[in-house]
C-alpha cells in the first residue's frame, strides 16, 4: 500500500477528532453517571452545561474548520436582525479534506443530538422535569451546531457551483474571442 493510500485511510486530525469526540462523550457520560455520585442537580446542571458548552465551542470554532472546513457565527446587523454568516475553505481545499474527518465530524455532532433527546424522553418518562431543563440546553447547543453547519455546507456548495459556473463562462468566452480573434 503506497503513503498516499495509507494517509487517505487514516484520520489526517488525529487530536482535533479526539477533542471533537471527548467533549460530546464527557458530558453525555457526566449527565448519565452523575446520579451515581451526586445529590445535588446544581452540580449535575453546572458541570453537563459547562461540558456541553466546551464541546459547543470546540465543535464551532476548532473542529468544524479543521475537520470540514467550515465555520458560522451569527451577528445581529443594525437593523437588530439575526444575520448568519458563513467561512468555508476553497473549492481545491475541501477537495483534500480527509473523507474520514468528515464523516467523523457529521456522524458525532447528529449523533450527540439524538442521544439529548433519547435521555429527554426518558427524564419525561420518568417525571423528572429539573432534568429535562438540563437535556434542552445541552440539545439546545447541539442543534445550533447541526443547523449552523448545515447551513454552512450548503453555502459552501453553492459557491462551488458558482465557481465552477463562472469558471465554465470565462472558459467560454474566452474561447469564443480567440476564436473570432482568428477569423
Given at each position: 500500500?503506497?503513503?498516499?493510500?495509507?494517509?487517505?485511510?487514516?484520520?489526517?486530525?488525529?487530536?482535533?477528532?479526539?477533542?471533537?469526540?471527548?467533549?460530546?462523550?464527557?458530558?453525555?457520560?457526566?449527565?448519565?453517571?452523575?446520579?451515581?455520585?451526586?445529590?445535588?442537580?446544581v452540580?449535575?446542571?453546572?458541570?453537563?452545561?459547562?461540558?456541553?458548552?466546551?464541546?459547543?465551542?470546540?465543535?464551532?470554532?476548532?473542529?468544524?474548520?479543521?475537520?470540514?472546513?467550515?465555520?458560522?457565527?451569527?451577528?445581529?446587523?443594525?437593523?437588530?436582525?439575526?444575520?448568519?454568516?458563513?467561512?468555508?475553505?476553497?473549492?481545491?481545499?475541501?477537495?483534500?479534506?480527509?473523507?474520514?474527518?468528515?464523516?467523523?465530524f457529521?456522524?458525532?455532532?447528529y449523533?450527540?443530538?439524538?442521544?439529548?433527546?433519547?435521555?429527554?424522553?426518558?427524564?419525561?418518562?420518568?417525571?423528572?422535569?429539573?432534568?429535562?431543563?438540563?437535556?434542552?440546553?445541552?440539545?439546545?447547543?447541539?442543534?445550533?451546531?447541526?443547523?449552523?453547519?448545515?447551513?454552512?455546507?450548503?453555502?459552501?456548495?453553492?459557491?462551488?457551483?458558482?465557481?465552477?459556473?463562472?469558471?465554465?463562462?470565462?472558459?467560454?468566452?474566452?474561447?469564443?474571442?480567440?476564436?473570432?480573434?482568428?477569423?
Open positions: 500500500m503506497d503513503r498516499n493510500q495509507e494517509t487517505r485511510e487514516n484520520y489526517a486530525n488525529p487530536r482535533t477528532c479526539f477533542f471533537h469526540v471527548i467533549f460530546k462523550a464527557a458530558a453525555l457520560a457526566f449527565y448519565i453517571l452523575s446520579a451515581l455520585f451526586f445529590n445535588s442537580f452540580i449535575i446542571f453546572v458541570v453537563t452545561v459547562f461540558l456541553a458548552a466546551l464541546d459547543f465551542w470546540v465543535v464551532k470554532n476548532v473542529s468544524g474548520r479543521i475537520l470540514v472546513g467550515l465555520r458560522w457565527w451569527n451577528e445581529i446587523n443594525e437593523q437588530g436582525e439575526s444575520v448568519w454568516k458563513f467561512e468555508c475553505l476553497d473549492h481545491e481545499s475541501l477537495a483534500r479534506m480527509n473523507k474520514k474527518d468528515s464523516w467523523l457529521w456522524w458525532t455532532i449523533l450527540t443530538a439524538v442521544a439529548w433527546i433519547v435521555l429527554g424522553i426518558f427524564s419525561l418518562i420518568r417525571f423528572q422535569a429539573d432534568y429535562v431543563l438540563v437535556i434542552s440546553v445541552c440539545l439546545t447547543l447541539s442543534i445550533a451546531n447541526i443547523v449552523g453547519f448545515t447551513k454552512c455546507r450548503k453555502d459552501a456548495k453553492k459557491q462551488i457551483q458558482q465557481f465552477a459556473s463562472q469558471t465554465i463562462a470565462s472558459q467560454f468566452s474566452s474561447t469564443l474571442q480567440s476564436a473570432f480573434s482568428l477569423v
